[in-house]
């Protein structure tokens, strides 16, 4: 029998990362496992879970655009998945008549990673740029952490409200608001988290400049080779920035966990990832 197989599954999928990174805690952690890109047609998410689950598949990561779908197919979810509304993480049991269960590790591994980069999240004040997926999947810890206030904006202000809305019960009175980006106070933020696709288009944001300081940490979900146009902004005026590779390691630590349960150490899975990012 070979070694159990895991995979990470999405359309497109070339560029994942996932598959380096989970070999990579597999390796650290001596674990035996495959781990696959699956590239499943857009209109195939189901077969493509369906013929990996036959194959043995015992779990995958899933990315764009099917965590919706993800979401659908579970006959169980972990309660940060439901209130996320998307699943990244497809656990399969050994038998095959058994249900799947999904989770969502996006937020932890956001949590994860703003303490390891030495962020307070209580107290302070949280801008967070977006209104789709990303967003509602990192709502539920940030709240958790007890910021003063967190802003949500976004291109379009009602998509931001009926987020804040649905979430509202699990904030303190005024603690949660929401609006377009014309409506962002204009005084500093602690923390900005851009949870746009703005980045992936190369677009800069209608932001007001006074919502920085030198002690602003800008953070973009988004990650690449060179800084994003929202990072390079932050910078041009003196704030702190760092991009998402490092949720992404650490949602995949989380997922791992999930899996394997050993939590794999993300440093120099991190420090070795940036390296290759940079040296292409
Ligand atoms: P995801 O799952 O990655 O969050 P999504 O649900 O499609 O993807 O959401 C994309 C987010 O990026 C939305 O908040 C979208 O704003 P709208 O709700 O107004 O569409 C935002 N977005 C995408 N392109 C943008 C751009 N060029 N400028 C500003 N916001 C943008």
Sequence with gaps: ??????????????????????????EQTDIALQYDALLAPLDGFEATVAGFRAAGGRGLNVTVPFKAQA??????????????????TLIFPANPGGLVEGDNTDGAG???????????????RILLLGAGGATR????????????????ANRSPDKAQALAQDFLALAQPGQLRAGGFADIPP??????????????????????????????????????????????????????????????????AESFWRWHSIRPETEPVLRSLRE????R
């Design 187 to 252: 005084a500093p933020f602690d923390l900005i988290i851009n949870a746009t696709a703005a980045s992936l288009a190369g677009e800069q944001l209608p932001l007001p400049r006074a919502i920085l300081t030198p002690a602003t940490l800008a953070y973009d979900m988004a990650y690449g080779a060179t800084p994003t146009v929202f990072l390079r902004w932050a910078e041009s005026f003196g704030a702190q920035t760092a991009d998402g590779l490092g949720m992404l390691v650490e949602q995949a």
């Design 71 to 88: 979401y659908a197919l579970c006959g169980v979810r972990t309660p940060r998945a439901e209130r996320a509304g998307a699943v990244n």
């Design 110 to 124: 956001l949590l994860a990673d703003l303490h390891r980069l030495g962020v307070p999240l209580n107290g302070r």
């Design 137 to 152: 999947g990192v709502l539920e810890p940030l709240l958790a952490a007890h910021p003063a206030e967190l802003f949500i």
């Design 276 to 279: 290759t990012l940079q040296s």
């Design 1 to 26: 029998m070979g070694a159990p197989l895991y995979g990470v599954i999405g359309n497109p999928i070339g560029h994942s990362r996932s598959p380096a990174i989970h070999r990579a805690f597999a």
